[in-house]
């Protein structure tokens, strides 16, 4: 009720953005869960109003300022709300600068898991696209299926109803058929924003190094540096040698493992920092033992880095 009041004063222009959106980033280390997503939907919402005729320099510099120091916060919820906020913000086009990004660059480091998984997805362009994706699949599961409808239609009754449900599904079965058909689409314009991309590498691979992470954000962080290498033509010599001994054909997503390789190998990196690579490569992948698929995967890769 405080926060409605609140929002309603804010409303009347009785309230700074900064003065209230500052307190609630701060109510988001509260344990309401539903109060915690209401004030998160007022803080998107009210930001997009301040930006909506032009951009509000002065404000969006100082609440990116605060959410900075919020990313840091020891509570892991508020921290984890602070970073889904940002990127949505960016994913709104509200605040796709560099500021941004680069706050969101941090939170790669944070000592909360959730925190740092949200900023790795952020920086590959998947978190948007996994969320649509899943939505889009949970709304397939629940239509009916086309067989099912158009024998239903035969045998039962006909009426209006039934020839509009009949059409509906079709146009559901024909988009849904459109969708698998096209390429995922990401968007890596935040990796080109990164003020220091050799610096970020660098403390990304130093992270991956020390931290004993789970296998899976391993691989995001893998996926991450290897786009930065190849995107900004950047020097990690120790990145080569820390894939090679994944590049087994029994290990687990060996193929993304190969992928990052050609992602991070450009033309500016040594041929003897390659050279072991490719010989690690050929040996466990094309070799007689293999069957046809493995030796197939080998050569592709090997073309990959080489081209």
């Known amino acids: 009720t405080f926060c409605k009041a609140l929002i309603h004063l804010r409303n009347c222009g009785l309230l700074e953005p900064t003065v209230l959106l500052s307190l609630f980033f701060e109510l988001l280390r509260c344990q309401d869960k539903a ?10 919402t009210d930001i997009k109003k301040i930006n909506s005729k032009q951009r509000n320099s002065k404000v969006n510099s100082s609440l990116q300022n605060f959410m900075f120091t919020m990313l840091k916060d020891t509570n892991a919820r508020a921290a984890k709300m602070s970073a889904d906020i940002m990127i949505e913000l960016y994913n709104k086009n509200i605040w796709n600068d560099a500021k941004t990004v680069n706050v969101l660059a941090t939170g790669c480091f944070s000592k909360v898991t959730k925190v740092m998984v949200a900023c790795l997805k952020f920086f590959l362009g998947t978190d948007p696209d996994d969320e649509k994706n899943s939505d889009d ?11 099912e409808v158009i024998m239903a239609n035969k045998v039962n009754k006909k009426s209006k109803k039934r020839e509009k449900q ?3 599904v079709k146009q559901l079965f024909v988009k849904s058929k459109k969708k698998k058909s096209q390429a995922p689409q990401f ?3 935040a990796l080109h924003l990164v003020h220091d ?6 403390k990304l691979f130093k992270q991956l190094e020390k931290n004993n992470d789970r296998f899976e954000i391993k691989l995001m962080t893998l996926d991450v540096i290897s786009r930065l290498i190849g995107l900004h033509s950047l020097f990690l010599l120790n990145f080569y040698p820390y894939l090679q001994r994944f590049l087994q054909p029994h290990q687990r997503e060996v193929t993304k493992l190969l ?12 041929p003897d920092v390659l050279e072991p690579l490719l010989k690690t490569l050929v040996n466990n992948f094309v070799t007689e033992r293999n069957s046809g698929d493995v030796m197939a995967i080998g050569l592709n890769a090997c073309r990959e880095i080489c081209i």
């Open 137 to 147: 699949s949970d709304s397939e599961d629940e239509t009916p299926n086309v067989k």
């Open 197 to 202: 991309p050799q610096g970020f590498a660098e």
């Open 35 to 44: 109060l915690r997503q209401y004030l998160q939907t007022h803080i998107i």
């Open 166 to 168: 009949l059409k509906k």
């Open 187 to 189: 968007n890596f314009s």
């Open 259 to 270: 992928q990052f390789v050609a992602q991070a190998s450009h033309e500016l990196v040594p």
